[in-house]
């Protein structure tokens, strides 16, 4: 969802559309050692792609959701400008708002 892939090798399209699986399957295929594969067995990428879909959807939004002021507040002042304005323009609302019924997103 909001990560940072770089890679200097063309991947195919797939990097395009997910370009951190993309590199984790490269470089399993590229050096992982036969039978000790990260991505091994029939069952591996179907399972992989949906804990990273899960992780993504769900609790990265609720971390988010929970930190988003107290990683504001940990933020040298330069960067705080930026991350409030950029995370308030997504949410539609101030950081404040949208952390201040937090304590009942907890599992």
Excluded: C
Excluded at 21 to 46: K, Q, V
């Amino acid at each position: 969802m909001y990560s940072l892939a770089t890679m200097r090798r063309d991947l195919q399209s797939a990097l395009l559309e997910n370009p951190s699986f993309a590199i984790a399957e490269y470089l399993d295929e590229t050096y992982g050692a036969p039978g000790n594969r990260l991505l091994d067995g029939p069952h591996a990428i179907p399972l992989t792609r949906f804990v990273e879909s899960w992780s993504q959807t769900q609790l990265m939004l609720w971390i988010e959701q929970w930190a988003l002021v107290d990683i504001h507040g940990m933020l040298g002042k330069k960067d705080q400008a930026y991350f409030r304005q950029s995370r308030e323009k997504r949410m539609g609302k101030k950081l404040e708002a949208v952390i201040a019924d937090r304590v009942t997103l907890l599992p």
